[in-house]
């Protein structure tokens, strides 16, 4: 597609139930990013992705939160047991090769809401 | 660790005026800058970015920064507001490694009155 595609657009499930969030970034880009935009906490960097590898986690707030990315295209980002504080936009980005001076493109993001 | 300060969580301006908004960042070697702008329910486009090769880096829709190494600034400015301009604004620095991962300020919301 044209540009960086994350489904469903907005999510509302119940405490305590898994939810996957789905990210296509721009077709050829290797680099894949995963961002929580939250009130109060502005955008926090989750997880990035080169290709399938993830060389950087560091940003995943605990062990409920994984994501993966297969052939080097979709990406999936899983919340087990989802809790409130986990409500927030979920925003996804992709780059051509995930170096310094190479801006990202974002999805229009994933509305979660925790009821 | 780098970091990113935007002074001012929200500015107002009448159209027409100065836009002039703050971001500094705290790095030991310059790094890559940008600003990005959110309207709502939208994600991130890239307004302009700085890579070294020039200090006064223009974007899209009039905007433009200035990157003063001894200030560690990077302002945004735009000469006169227009209405939709109105939007969140966000400043993010890029370290200089193989992974673009950005770090992002706050964010500061325009308001433009008319």
Redesign the interface.
């Known amino acids: 597609g044209a540009g960086?595609s994350q489904s469903p657009s907005n999510k509302v499930t119940e405490k305590g139930k898994d939810v996957e969030l789905r990210c296509d970034p721009i077709s050829g880009h290797t680099?894949l990013?995963w961002?929580r935009q939250s009130l109060g906490q502005?955008?926090e960097?989750l997880i990035?992705f080169?290709g399938n590898s993830a060389?950087?986690k560091s940003g995943l707030p605990s062990d409920r939160f994984s994501a993966e990315r297969t052939g080097g295209s979709v990406s999936t980002l899983t919340i087990q047991r989802t809790q409130q504080e986990d409500s927030a936009v979920y925003?996804c980005?992709s780059?051509f090769?995930?170096?310094?001076?190479?801006?990202?493109?974002?999805?229009?993001?994933t509305r979660l809401t925790v009821t | 660790a780098q970091s990113v300060t935007q002074l001012g969580s929200h500015v107002s301006v009448s159209e027409g005026a100065l836009v002039l908004l703050r971001c500094n960042y705290s790095s030991s070697v310059p790094p890559y800058l940008f600003w990005y702008v959110q309207y709502p329910n939208q994600g991130l486009q890239l307004l302009l970015k700085y890579t070294s090769a020039a200090t006064l880096v223009k974007g899209i829709n009039g905007f433009e920064a200035e990157f003063k190494k001894s200030e560690t600034s990077f302002h945004l400015t735009k000469p006169s507001a227009h209405m939709s301009d109105a939007a969140e604004y966000f400043c993010a620095v890029s370290e200089r490694s193989n992974t673009g991962k950005l770090i992002f300020g706050q964010g500061t919301t325009l308001q433009v009155k008319p």
């Open positions: 960086v680099a990013y961002y502005g955008l960097f990035y080169q060389p950087d925003l980005a780059s090769q995930g170096q310094g001076a190479t801006p990202l493109h974002f999805g229009n993001g």
